[in-house]
């Protein structure tokens, strides 16, 4: 008795699980008892490859010193342009950049780049920082490409003031 009932709560546990069982006896030997369980385990998905840009800052910021970012940009295979649009804090400035960006709108800088067949690149760029500036400041950034509409860009957001 003590069998069946470990034996039900074992079949119980396994079938709240998710899985399946079946339970096959030998004939004429009370104690053999084999337990087939099957579960159907779905496939991870695999991840699309996708492109990334990543921004690198300095740990911290001086008041009216540069400031050099570092922007790394990683197309997929087949991407022929790219549009990149970096949000710097308030009041702070792009003074140099390579490449240059090409436009300027509402705190935006963009850079818009196309190429036959994009590969790996980097954009670097100097930024003023008003005096008397303190707390910690955010950068906010997307990109852009034909196949994978907008997302947004990577790696370091904050900076503080040290």
Known sequence: MKKICLLLIVMS????????????TTPNKEKTIDILIEKEVSKPEIEKPRTTITRILPKTYSSGEP?????????????????????????WKITSAT??????????????????????????????????????KEFNGIGVTFQEKNFPIEGDKFIKHN
């Open 67 to 91: 400031l050099f970012v570092t922007l790394k940009v990683r197309p997929i295979p087949d991407i022929t342009g790219v549009i990149i649009e970096e949000i710097l804090p308030i009041n």
């Open 13 to 24: 546990c396994l079938l709240m699980s998710g899985c399946t069982t079946s339970v096959k």
């Open 99 to 136: 490449p240059a960006w090409m436009k300027y709108e509402d705190r935006a800088y963009k850079w818009l780049i196309f190429e036959k067949n994009l590969k790996e690149f980097e954009i670097k760029y100097e930024v003023t920082i008003p005096n008397k500036e303190k707390g910690i």
